[in-house]
């Protein structure tokens, strides 16, 4: 049957198995809209901006590992875009994003809306399409959704003018796309997965480090199994976190910039370092200089340009995490008792008394709300079983540092481009995605700003996420730089003039709190959290003098951290 | 060190602009870039000659194979090959002396004389990259109107082929 453009594209996502496409119409994506308006199967989610349209669909991807949908129209509706497609292939985040492109014959003329799209997404995407004829649409369809969800997921734009959503073609939607120049690699070269094993089994100070691929590549199952077998110190990196459940005894916390001190001396004292979906990033590494200068080095990625990119690695193994280790754990299981340990006990020891620092430790007030204690109580309250979308600044800090995640897929938060604005509709995706669970925005009063529009998109499907702004008056992170870095010259990081937020959530028809008192602070937040069907925000007046501790310093090592006042002090006096 | 890296890619629109993307992305550098369609028309060949430290030179190789068009490559420079670069040169040639100078010179390197006016030549040549820049460092007596160089073309010596 002969088919438009427009019903083919639709056809192909209930074809996919699309629950929820995310999006805004204009004049080139009409008839798109038109054939959406046809049919139920496929529920289009009306945002207020088209970044939050990108920012919700990586949210549902997310939490879900389902690949989320957008639909934008062309020029101004394809640039608002840009944040959240880079901030979804920064973190490697299959999303397919369909834009509307002005008719064939106008492009390359300036026509009204027009803009470059493959040209502008392209340094931001792991591949995008122009459609040329209608009779490629569902084949390219199919390739966007291949591409973005296998190997190295990633974000992938199909760019469609107007003109080819009204002609007719068959509809025909492949089963399978066969790509002589796209072959991902998922199974380990045995031959490397066995060096990996010998490595590993030599080491006296191992360290286990994964990052976001564990979570993305679901192998969070096959680590704690591994890492229960061999009870080496672990840490994840800020995008792996839940991979390892926090009880586990082997679990260092997560490492880098404001990781645990335990988790940063572990990996510079290490004398074997197992990468797992793990990319160095320079948040993580410190000065790479002075990074971890006795480790041989085991590396698992899918991408081979993630290997030996930033830090020599002795034994790389390209594959699917999850499969990778899979064929590891058999060998290691039959050589665990060539592992040293004594030696390991002896690493163990010298661990634990880092440890014992206790580095993501707080003073609690009775004066002013300590942030901390704010991400505390919350995981109280849902006992850890939230998802938890964060902005970035301080606040994501203290979410990841005070936020118990036993699981992976919990913890969202834009961890490679730090966008602020991400939150509020990253967390619109995950309650979509997951409608019987509760889902937690930790805020800031700058970050909220930047996407609060979609306050609007909540209550119009009944989104019942509690959003709990960390309102300290400041850009929290720059205020902290500035005061460490700057001499206290706290150039324009002072957010005057703030809105009532508890009148913004009102007029958006949205329960509003504002909690001030450190007493009311547990009685607050589990009113909030008790409204089950309603968007309650939540603003919380804390300390503005509150910085995130530990912290490696631009330019230092991972044994270099700051630890918080008093605590540096008493570390010397116990060296003494 | 000079690598010269050749890659086979789908022949299709944009993907040009992601192999140079990619480049002034990632601050790589390019001294040349030659693309044409192979005997299959559904495959482009790239020469493409650049410099850097080994572990550059491995991140390029890696981050070219992970665009998606990109098909398959070798670096040149792994082992035995041969380099060709074309050049077409437009000199004065005034006078009889001149005129026989220049005739003797291209002879000399091989070339040919494309185009004659009665004030000007057309020379063509072909060579590796030493051999096109000794050419010009010959014609240092010689006025030279303009130049165009066609950027290295690069081919594996013997059974060594990049093919699919």
């Not at chain 2, 480049?23 to 790589?28: D, E, Q, V, W």
Request: hydrophobic share 40%; proline share 4%; charged share 25%.
């Amino acid at each position: 049957m002969e088919l438009t453009g427009a019903d083919i594209l639709v056809k192909c996502l209930q074809d996919e198995g699309i629950e929820y496409i995310f999006g805004y119409p204009g004049g080139a994506a009409l008839h798109i809209y038109d054939a959406l308006y046809k049919q139920d199967e496929v529920r289009h989610i009306l945002v207020r901006h088209e970044q939050g349209a990108t920012h919700a669909a990586d949210g549902y991807t997310r939490s879900t590992g389902k690949t989320g949908v957008v639909l934008v129209t062309s020029g101004p509706g394809v640039t608002n875009t840009v944040t959240g497609i880079a901030t979804a292939f920064m973190d490697s985040i299959p999303m397919v994003v369909i834009t509307a492109q002005v008719p064939s014959h106008l492009i390359g003329d300036d026509a009204f809306q027009e803009v470059d799209t493959v040209g502008i997404t392209r340094p931001c995407v792991k591949h995008n399409f122009l459609v040329k004829d209608v009779n490629d649409i569902a084949t390219t369809m199919k390739k966007a959704f291949y591409l973005a969800h296998s190997g190295r997921p990633g974000p992938v734009v199909v760019d469609v003018p107007k003109d080819l959503t009204a002609q007719k073609a068959e509809y025909h939607y492949p089963e399978n796309v066969d790509m002589r120049s796209y072959q991902p690699q998922t199974r380990g070269h045995a031959k490397q997965v066995e060096r990996g094993v010998d490595l590993l089994l030599q080491a006296k100070r191992p360290i286990i480090y994964t990052g976001g691929g564990v979570v993305l590549g679901e192998a969070s199952e096959p680590l704690r199994e591994m890492v229960d077998l061999l009870k080496f110190p672990s840490t994840s990196t800020l995008m792996g976190i839940g991979s390892i459940d926090p009880d586990n005894p082997n679990y260092l916390g997560w490492l880098g910039m404001h990781g645990t001190y335990e988790s940063n001396m572990a990996m510079h004292g290490c004398d074997v370092m197992f990468a797992i979906g793990a990319r160095f990033d320079d948040r993580v590494t410190g000065e790479l200089a002075k990074f971890a200068p006795n480790a041989r080095i085991i590396q698992i990625d899918i991408d081979p340009s993630s290997i030996g990119k930033n830090v020599a690695v002795e034994v790389p193994i390209v594959g699917d995490c999850k499969e990778v280790l899979t064929q590891m754990l058999p060998l290691l299981k039959a050589r665990t008792d060539e592992i040293d340990r004594p030696a390991v006990d002896d690493w163990w020891k010298q661990i634990d008394e880092w440890r014992s620092l206790k580095s993501f430790s707080y003073e609690k007030s009775d004066v002013v709300i300590k942030p901390q204690h704010v991400v505390e109580t919350i995981c109280n309250i849902t006992n850890g079983e939230a998802f938890v979308a964060s902005d970035v600044g301080q606040h994501q800090m203290w979410a990841a540092q005070h936020y118990q995640f036993d699981r992976p897929r919990r913890w969202v938060n834009s961890g490679g481009l730090g966008t602020m604005g991400f939150g509020l509709p990253a967390a619109m995706g995950i309650q979509l995605g997951n409608p019987d669970s509760v889902v937690a925005c930790i805020t800031g009063d700058a970050s909220i700003i930047m996407c609060i529009q979609e306050l609007s998109t909540c209550l119009q499907y009944g989104l019942p996420i509690k959003v709990v702004n960390l309102n300290n008056r400041y850009m929290g992170m720059v205020r902290q730089w500035q005061e460490f870095f700057y001499d206290r010259r706290y150039s324009h990081s002072y957010m005057d003039a703030l809105p009532d937020f508890v009148k913004v959530a009102e007029s958006f028809g949205h329960v509003g709190m504002l909690i001030d008192k450190p007493q009311d602070l547990e009685s607050g937040l589990q009113e909030a959290f008790a409204m089950k069907d309603r968007l309650v925000f939540v603003d919380v007046m804390t300390d503005h003098t509150e910085n995130v501790y530990p912290m490696i310093a631009a330019g230092k090592g991972h044994n270099e951290m700051h630890l918080k006042p008093g605590q540096e002090e008493q570390q010397e006096r116990e060296l003494a | 060190m000079r690598h010269i890296i050749s890659v086979l890619l789908e022949n299709e629109s944009g993907a040009l602009s992601r192999v140079a993307g990619l480049f002034s992305a990632r601050g790589y550098n390019i001294e040349s870039l030659t693309v044409a369609p192979t005997d299959d028309p559904s495959l482009s060949r790239m020469t493409i000659v650049t410099s850097g430290t080994d572990q550059i030179i491995e991140q390029i190789t890696k981050q070219l194979n992970k665009l998606i068009e990109v098909v398959k490559l070798i670096d040149l420079t792994d082992g035995q090959h041969i380099e060709r670069e074309l050049m077409l040169v437009k000199v004065v040639a005034d006078g009889n002396d001149q005129r026989e100078e220049i005739k003797r010179l291209i002879d000399i390197f091989r070339g040919r004389i494309i185009d004659v006016t009665d004030s000007s030549y057309t020379l063509e040549m072909t060579g590796n990259s030493e051999k096109v820049d000794a050419f010009i460092e010959a014609l240092a007596h010689i006025e030279i109107i303009e130049v165009v160089r066609s950027g290295i073309s690069g081919i594996g010596r013997g059974k060594r082929a990049l093919k699919i």
